[in-house]
């Protein structure tokens, strides 16, 4: 019953009476109740006060007032580090930073030639950007991904337009990284949509045999025992003289693996939609393939889109695991950086960096896909 | 914005006392020097537009919603922050909710046995004789070994009412018992609460069935943006409404009908 | 629809006509039929053509193919046993049982130890202040960003940065973290210390007996005679008393500093410590997601009622709450022990010999790649299908019974 003297008096100031009393609003009543409001609740704020502004103290002295940002470059390289050592232990080092960063980043392409991985890392980041945001979400955004995909082949590649070639032997760091997550996504995608179309199959039990059997397998074994069959097994695997490279060979493994997990989520979307659909679908007259593919899958994709994003970042946080397999990815990157001789002992401020630049791509999918779980929940529950 | 002292009966006899108390949800008044006596026996009937409060002061009464200000005694007990007071008051006082509340996982004759067996410290076989002599006033003893999730709502909004019965209760208050319901068993649930109503039980009601107000009721409360604005016997305000926002609620529910 | 008489639909005098398959392409059962052959056909053409290249390959290279070698003498060195195990006179075949109790070893205490982890941040999450919860929601989401290999390798770091064991730190007087892992005293076992774990098993059996016999009485009487108090004194009297009783031996191996490493005592290797602080904080982010979406998932009206029925919230807790949230949480906590399990895999990082390592070792001595890899998924996927089994079987015993 709003009326528009109802909105008028909503917005009028509150006459002085009317205003709540000091203890039910404002800081002083919120700090009483949501930080003091019974002893334990005390006891558990000052406890917990007095250990965050302890290790924020250690760690502001250690990271900011006492750490050393650059190193002059010293005639012995292996002596450049020694300003670094005189602190360690009471401050960080983030000259190793400065010196190894572009190794972290970009492992072993060639120096001059690093603006190409460069822009590739740019091109993924724009390219996730454009998937999430809604007006792109229609047919077009398929060919973008098949346009940008290639281009970052070609970039990386090299070998045309004047572009020199680089073997992919030499690739390394965050777009290694990028990479195998991003092609194992969209490959795995399309057998993904088959393997979990096939597992609700009821006419072709052969079929939902083998989808099951497919999905149960890859879900019941560690991702390590894939990268290990790709670097041991498929070497047997071919007929001879054909050696596919090692990093197409994690590629696969990842795209066998991603397409299990992404059937899973695809099928939990495929069983949400309401049986009403499917039968609509039929009534109409419409073929199994044009009831899927214009009914049944769009909307089935779209319930499960935050899901697949947090798939999508357990992917990208799996990709570390090429490490065991020799694959110079960001941690892998990482870690041999620390290895330099010059810089030993430094690994903290490593870790740090490189779980900052994990943190910083996963926390945005994770808050990107609960911001649109909550959008649908709002619209679902109009 | 005149407001209805709705006191009738001398404090000392009331069931339930509301002395100008206030509520406020962060900045947001939403109980506005809510005054109102229920005598012994009386049946209250609280209606308003969403957003009125009615709900609030009545989750007030068995304390599931905090006041900051004013005064609540029910059954002669004050309710405070005291938990002891509190156990003596929501022992006397049974709700039912829009929602029914069942709990799922228990089978009906559990559902009701629960709390006599636990609070009121029942053996088990006297409970679940005094479950069945509700379960068949609300007309389903064989539903007794089902599941809540088996039975219609019209069914469990029934069974919840005798869960809060079990408990004997003084007072019941009911939160928009028939509004989730389909409307072909409203019936079932309001005949149940004219059956309750005969047998003398204090009742405060929130709802929106008129039909009930009238046949069953000895006050209704009209309530508006958090404050009592009218009340008198069903016949005054129904008839006779004073003010433009009673007159503009009914003109709106009654045209439904 | 019952009838008192028979009802007409379930009497067997008249059945559904059985339809002949037609081979012809309008029938669906034919066109299901040929199309799940093409399928087999591809899928079993593609195998074939994979078998007979391997055949191939391993016979050019000359490796062997078939489990024969489980029966050689292993010559991989094993840090941590739990059997005994001599590197040069064991069997491979014992290597690989040592790898599998060393990954048992991790997963059974780490999801022991993740739960309770887990539960208590979870339930933290939900407090009402305001810290706690804000603190715990930042552990959770920075937990669950960071890949989990990153973070074994930095608690590996963490615990090589010891200090060498001369100047290794103390924990009390018996406690020593060093690089080469953190030393602690071991009971040294005596019967007594046997019997007194029997009394154990005797006590729970008499406080499974007494909280019946407890309930029993609240059925009949109303009254409960106390539960808590009773069992507590059970379980911990009786094995005090039994052990007192034997004499009550109470000596330590107490690890002493001898040269440059100390001897006696128990260890916990950097190796396997990393390990399990890394999988046990990583995986309790999880689960405390996981039980705060269970307790949040039974509908404030279910508190409601309760309370408005008088019920304490313990007992509305205990009676109420909980077993809804249960049903919610114990699905999804069964897959994170099962990753818990698969992410102990990772051990081959930090130098941690569980199965993966140890085969993935033979693997290479052997160069018997199929066969080592089959045994770690053969291994994976007993522990995956059992937990699989267990939740189906819950799942359908709890089940709310609905129409």
């Given amino acids: 019953m709003s009326t528009t003297s109802e909105v008028a008096l909503a917005t ?134 098949i346009a940008t995909l290639v281009v970052i082949a070609v970039l990386m590649w090299g070998g045309v337009l004047g572009m020199e070639y680089v073997a992919q032997d030499q690739w390394g760091g965050l777009p290694i990284t990028l990479i195998l997550s991003t092609f194992g996504l969209a490959f795995a995608f399309p057998l993904a949509v088959l393997v979990a179309l096939g597992r609700r199959s009821t006419q072709l039990p052969a079929v939902k045999f083998l989808c099951v059997g497919y999905v149960e397998l890859i879900r019941g074994v560690p991702l390590i025992s894939l990268l290990f069959m790709a670097s ?74 935050p899901p697949l994003v947090n798939t999508f970042m357990g992917f990208f946080q799996d990709t570390s695991l090429v490490l065991i397999i020799g694959i110079l990815d960001l941690l892998t990157a990482g870690k041999t950086a620390m290895a330099d001789p010059t810089w030993t002992g430094f690994s903290t401020e490593i870790y740090i960096v490189l779980a900052v630049i994990y943190f910083v791509f996963c926390y945005a999918m994770s808050s990107y896909s609960r911001g649109l779980e909550r959008q649908f929940r709002r619209a679902h529950n109009r | 914005m005149s407001q209805t002292n709705a006191m009738s009966a001398t404090d000392a006899e009331a069931a339930i006392v509301l002395d100008k108390v206030n509520k406020w949800y962060g900045a947001m008044h939403v109980l506005r020097d809510v005054s109102l006596t229920v005598g012994k026996g009386e049946r209250v009937v609280v209606c308003g537009p969403s957003g009125s409060g009615k709900s609030t002061t009545i989750r007030c ?96 909004q029934r069974v919840a009412i005798a869960r809060a019965l079990c408990m004997k209760p003084k007072i019941m208050l009911f939160d928009e018992p028939t509004s989730a319901l389909d409307p072909e068993m409203i019936k079932e649930v309001l005949d149940v609460m004219v059956g309750l109503a005969e047998t003398g039980m204090t009742m405060v009601c929130v709802t929106h069935e008129m039909g009930f107000a009238r046949q069953v009721a000895n006050r209704v409360v009209f309530m508006d943006r958090g404050e009592v604005v009218e009340s008198g016997s069903p016949t005054e305000m129904f008839e006779h409404a004073q003010t433009d926002r009673l007159k503009t609620f009914l003109s709106q529910i009654l045209r439904g009908h | 629809m019952s009838g008192t008489a028979a009802d007409p639909r379930l009497l067997p005098t008249r059945q559904a006509p059985r339809r002949r398959l037609q081979l012809s392409w309008s029938d669906p059962r034919f ?75 991790v997963a059974v205490v780490g999801v022991i130890l993740a739960t309770i982890l887990g539960t208590l941040i979870g339930v933290g999450r939900l407090s009402p202040n305001w810290l706690l919860a804000r603190l715990t929601a930042i552990y959770v989401e920075v937990l669950r960003d960071i890949p989990v290999l990153l973070q074994l390798l930095f608690w590996y770091v963490l615990l090589q940065g010891l200090p060498a064991p001369r100047q290794s730190l103390r924990l009390g007087s018996a406690v020593f973290l060093s690089n080469r892992g953190i030393k602690v005293p071991l009971l040294n076992w005596e019967t007594a210390h046997s019997l007194a774990l029997l009394a154990f098993a005797v006590a729970i059996v008499l406080s499974v007996l007494w909280a019946r016999h407890a309930h029993r009485r609240q059925d009949t009487t109303g009254e409960a005679p106390p539960v808590l108090p009773v069992v507590l004194g059970l379980l911990i009297g009786l094995p005090v008393i039994v052990w007192a009783v034997f004499g009550a031996p109470l000596t330590f191996d107490m690890p002493a500093l001898h040269g440059f490493n100390f001897t006696g005592g128990g260890t916990i290797t950097p190796e396997y410590g990393a390990l399990l602080i890394g999988l046990v904080i990583y995986t309790s982010a999880y689960i405390a997601e996981i039980v705060r979406s269970g307790i949040q998932a039974v509908p404030t009206g279910q508190w409601e009622a309760a309370q408005a029925l008088g019920l304490h919230r313990g007992r509305t807790l205990r009676l109420v709450v909980l077993p809804q949230a249960l049903r919610v949480i114990i699905p999804p906590m069964t897959s994170q022990y099962l990753n818990l399990t698969k992410n102990s895999s990772l051990a081959v990082a930090i130098g941690y010999q569980d199965i993966v390592s140890i085969a993935g070792t033979i693997l290479n001595q052997t160069g018997q790649a199929i066969e080592g890899i089959a045994i770690i998924m053969a291994v994976y996927l007993t522990i995956s299908l059992s937990i699989s089994l267990f939740m189906n079987w819950y799942n359908a015993h709890i089940a709310l019974v609905g129409r």
């Fill in chain 1, 12 to 145: 009028a100031p509150l006459p002085a009476r009317e205003r709540p009393p000091a203890g039910v609003v404002g800081p002083v009543a919120w700090g009483r109740h949501n930080l003091f409001g019974s002893i334990g609740s005390s006891v558990v704020t000052i406890v917990l006060g007095v250990l965050i502004f302890y290790f924020f103290w250690r760690f502001l002295s250690w990271g900011l007032i006492h750490a050393v940002w650059s190193v002059p470059v010293a005639a012995n390289p292996l002596e450049t580090a020694i300003p670094c050592r005189q602190v360690q232990g009471v401050g960080a080092c983030w000259a190793v930073i400065g010196d190894k960063w572009r190794f972290i980043l970009f492992g072993r392409y060639p120096y001059d030639m690093q603006w190409r991985p460069g822009l590739c890392v740019l091109l993924f980041i724009g390219l996730y950007v454009i998937s999430a945001m809604r007006r792109f979400w229609r047919k077009e955004l398929l060919y973008i991904w």
């Fill in chain 1, 232 to 305: 041991v097994m498929f070497p047997l695997f071919m007929p001879e003289g054909l050696n596919p490279d090692k990093l197409l060979r994690a590629q696969v493994a990842i795209i066998l693996f991603a397409g299990a997990y992404l059937a899973e989520v695809i099928r939990g979307g495929l069983q949400a939609l309401p049986k009403g659909q499917y039968e609509a679908a039929d009534a109409l007259g419409l073929s199994y393939g044009q009831k899927t593919a214009k009914i049944i899958l769009p909307q089935a994709l779209r319930l499960v889109i």
């Fill in chain 2, 61 to 156: 009464i068995n304390r599931l919603e905090e006041h900051q200000q004013g005064r609540i005694i029910v059954d002669g007990t004050e309710l405070t922050g005291d938990t002891r007071a509190l156990d003596t008051i929501r022992r006397e006082v049974g709700m039912v909710f829009q929602s029914f509340n069942l709990f799922p996982h228990l089978t009906i004759l559990q559902n009701l046995t629960l709390a006599p067996i636990q609070v009121r410290k029942m053996p088990k076989a006297e409970a679940e004789d005094l479950a069945m002599s509700y379960l068949r006033r609300v007309k389903i003893p064989e539903q007794a070994n089902k599941y809540p999730l088996q039975l219609s709502g019209g069914q469990q």
């Fill in chain 3, 31 to 105: 066109r299901n039929i040929v199309w799940q052959l093409l399928v087999l056909a591809i899928v079993l053409g593609i195998l074939w053509y994979l078998v007979s290249t391997t055949r191939h390959n391993l016979a050019a290279r000359n490796i062997a193919t078939g489990f024969g070698f489980l029966d050689s003498t292993s010559g991989i060195p094993i840090g941590e046993t739990l059997i005994p195990y001599t590197s040069g006179a064991s069997t491979y075949a014992r290597a690989l049982l040592e790898g599998i109790l060393n990954t048992l070893k």
